[in-house]
């Protein structure tokens, strides 16, 4: 229910229009100075104020400006029998969302009010958003220790505080959005908006209308996959990046960053994407390094997911053996740390111990699409080939899993599990029920 706090010293009025109100399911209050009324709202939620232009201890424009450096949020509508342009634009410069003469039309003053508590409310879920944007890629920090890592992340915090144009680059999954929401957040337009808009999903009319109909001013524009975009778009954009390098206010109107996983360069060498679009969208170029080349990095980012989701699920966080953590060295993670986080997030929801070991990598090896070329046994000194790696796993697990199992943990068939055993000889010590 909303709470609306009216300040009127004219009991006639105020009970005709409390009446009005509470007919509409709002919950009304009463002060009949401003002085009263900025008490009021001092001790109570108030959703919306309608006041009068003249009270006893001042005007509604003095309320006006009490009620903005105490509340600033809170919508106010201002009434008065006094009908003068001067009143009306001082009302609105003051801060009012609204401005009614006396007397007034029912269904119009509804209206007003209804209007005014939308607007309260979109900017409430605007601001709760915002706060859960900011805290949710807050909680997600970009770290590492490698060489390509430590020199992205020194060109984000460079990048940051500019508004220069940036391009990030990168291989699906390292984190380009990550990177782009560092950079807003780094930024003196954080308190903004920040948009994402994923280009390759879209058709060139859908481009258009999320493009160039977005509300990102005063923030972040960010256009995942602009490799993707139609040519019409392509020079549409350039035409708004240009204007708004132009632009002679500081922060004014929004900020652009691009992401892609393809070779701009060579998209522009064969006539897929404009050169100038390039240059001007590339003025800050970052490079998000693929998971396989980020060394430390991948254990890392592991113990951090590890723990993340382990505390959400009310666990203990898990430390890891030789053999798993050997599997996050060796692995190729051809869908980088986005492959790396929802591993960890499977193998920590499976786990019944604090130990995740090569039980658990077997629970999640079969959605890892490299898993069979790339895990060596604890250790070894190399990655083993797909023969080796199904022979080895083959000789330490046959007593602990059925047939099924070792054939679903190692992607193959339960037949050509069976040829691969007869080939090589090896016969169960135990024999568990397939």
């Known amino acids: 229910m909303a709470r609306i706090l009216l300040i009127d010293d004219d ?31 001092r001790r109570a939620r108030t959703d919306l104020v309608i006041t009068d232009l003249r009270l006893p201890d ?32 001082g009302a609105l410069r003051a801060g009012a969302v609204d401005y009614i003469v006396k007397p007034f039309d029912n269904d119009e003053f509804l209206h007003a009010v209804t209007r005014a508590l939308n607007e309260r409310r979109m900017t409430r879920e605007n601001a709760l958003l915002k706060r859960n944007l900011k805290s949710a890629y807050g909680a997600r920090p970009l770290i590492g220790e490698s060489p390509g890592m430590r020199k992205a992340l020194e060109l984000i915090r460079k990048a940051a505080p500019t508004d220069a144009s940036v391009l990030i680059r990168g291989e699906s999954g390292t984190g380009k959005e990550l990177a782009a929401a560092a950079i807003h ?28 109909g977005h509300d990102a001013d005063g923030g972040t524009l960010f256009l995942d996959e602009i490799a993707e975009l139609a040519p ?40 897929h994407f404009r050169q100038d679009l390039y240059y001007r969208l590339g003025v800050i170029s970052i490079g998000m390094p693929p998971l ?126 069976w040829v691969r055993r007869r080939q090589w000889g090896l016969k169960r010590s135990q024999n568990p029920s397939a």
């Open 292 to 417: 396989r080349e980020r060394g430390p990095d991948r254990l890392l980012l592991a113990q951090r997911f590890a723990e993340r989701c382990a505390n959400k699920l009310g666990k203990r966080v898990p430390r890891f053996d030789a053999e798993f953590s050997a599997f996050l060295d060796n692995h190729a993670w051809p869908g980088n740390v986005r492959e790396l986080k929802n591993m960890i997030e499977r193998a920590v929801i499976l786990a019944e111990g604090d130990v995740l070991n090569g039980r658990n990598l077997a629970e999640v090896a079969p959605a890892l699409p490299m898993v069979r070329a790339s895990v060596p046994l604890p250790g070894g000194a190399r990655p083993l080939a797909i023969e080796e790696y199904i022979r080895a796993v083959v000789e330490r697990f046959q007593d602990s899993y059925t047939e099924t199992e070792l054939a679903r943990m190692l992607g193959i068939g339960r037949k050509a599990l």
């Open 232 to 271: 019409a778009v392509q020079v549409r954009l350039l035409d708004v990046l240009e204007e708004s390098a132009d632009e002679p206010t500081p922060g004014a109107g929004f900020r652009f960053i691009g992401a892609t996983q393809r070779d701009i360069p060579a998209a522009v060498e064969r006539g």
């Open 11 to 41: 009991p006639g009025l105020s009970e005709v229009v409390e009446l009005l109100l509470t007919r509409e399911g709002y919950a009304v209050a009463r002060a009949g100075t401003v002085k009263a009324g900025l008490e009021r709202i």
């Open 58 to 89: 001042g005007t509604g424009l003095d309320a006006i400006a009490a009620i903005r450096r105490m509340r600033s949020e809170v919508p106010i509508i201002m009434i008065t029998s006094f009908s003068s342009l001067e009143s009306a634009i």
């Open 185 to 212: 957040y780094a930024s003196a337009r954080a308190e903004g908006p920040f948009v994402t808009i994923h280009c390759g999903t879209l058709s060139r009319e859908a481009q258009e209308a999320e493009i160039f």
